[in-house]
């Protein structure tokens, strides 16, 4: 006889840990019950498996006498359920039964939580727990202090090695007085009550806690971490993670993209992470002799005059937009005029010019794309745009420049 149900036995329950069956009955779906009070839409019941939510797990739902559960709450230490339409008066009894599926992917996703802080506390002794959200969508903890990946598919291997080793969940109602507690997680200021529901997991974990539980850690199948994203304030964490299920889907989903990466860069299983690396590193090294490459390009140019305008002309197979952007936002503080066209089939082209010359450059850059099929936008200062295929970058900047020309000659 575990502890809880010898202190049930001997009658030093409350009033409100008799009505609590989904505690006694952790695995039970259906139940009768007295209605002891009832309201417009609610009713409160002498016994019940609906757990009101709390611990960060989700109210369960179902179904009394039929009749849809809309909502379970702890009000005023009574368990009230909502049922919308209900018939009910005082004393009479009902059936209930709870969305077993739906309980039980909670009962797993909660003990899966309780793992899941207790190791990663086991590689950051700092972390502090925040919050629980346990729900059929989405399961995560926020936690206060240092977090990052390593950290956490560490914890994740612990994790299933104590899902493999089958540890047995027990749980123990103490005092609130009771020294046991000193060596446990609690939170002693969010807790009313004066008997705390302590959970063990093997002996790997302990922790308060009034939520429900499985009782052997095998029973939550697999856990995986599915995502770390920076919360609010600034230093928290939410771990959001997959337990029974989801996770084996996640799992084989992410084994599969493990293998496309196998197949793509032709690494041995064992090596992927360090071909990647190596190609990381070469795409780095290849976009900064790039970006040299195109800066001296740019540099290059010599300016030509155009109506007594200096100006900047230049065709290149391949320019970064923004390097593209930079060089002729800085020309054009001077007076002078840039027509710079980029890519070989695709091509791309930027005209701009000074404040102090009146022509409308975003009108000769269509005029120049329209002929390719291809469109641009902008100021009549700078304009951009590009098309696929046509005459090409070197052809459309020489068709520019005659434009530009005509404009500039007829302005003099
Ligand atoms: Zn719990």
Known sequence: ?????????????RGLMKTELYHREPYAVEFSAKVTEAGDDWIVLDQTLFYPGGGGQEHDKGSINGIKVKEVLKENSRIVHKVPGHMLREGDVVKGEISWKRRYELMKGHTGEHMLFSSLKRFNEELELVKISISEDKKYLIVKGDVDWDMA?????????????DLEITEQIVSKEDP??????????????????VIKIGDVDASACSGIHVKSTSEVEF????????????????????????????????????????????????????????????KEQADAALKQYMDSSLKSIQSVEIGGVPAYIGSFPELDKKMCAD???????????????????????????SPDIQIDCAKILNEVLAEDGGRGGGKPNFASGGASGG??????????????????TKNE
Not at 180 to 197: A, F, Q, T, W
Not at 239 to 251: D, L, P, Q, S, V
Not at 391 to 408: N, W
């Open 153 to 165: 598919l560490k914890a994740q291997e612990q994790i299933l090695g104590w899902i493999a080793d």
């Open 1 to 13: 006889m575990s502890l809880w149900r010898s202190i049930y036995a001997s009658g030093k329950l």
């Open 327 to 353: 060089y002729v936002n800085e020309a054009v503080k001077e007076k002078c005029v840039c027509i710079i066209g980029s890519g070989s089939g695709r091509y791309s082209l930027t005209i701009a010019c």
């Open 180 to 197: 046991l507690l000193d060596e446990i997680r609690i939170k002693r200021e969010r807790i009313s009550d004066n008997e705390i529901r």
């Open 391 to 408: 005459c090409g970058a070197s052809k459309a900047v020489e068709r520019a420049t005659k434009i530009l020309q005509m404009y500039l």
């Open 223 to 282: 856990l995986i971490i599915s995502r770390i994203n920076s919360a609010r304030p600034e230093g928290d964490w939410e771990i959001e993670f997959m337990t029974g299920n989801a996770a084996k889907k996640e799992a084989a989903e992410r084994s599969a993209q493990f293998m496309k990466l196998v197949l793509l860069t032709g690494a041995q299983k064992g090596n992927v992470v360090s071909t990647v690396e190596n190609l990381k590193i070469s």
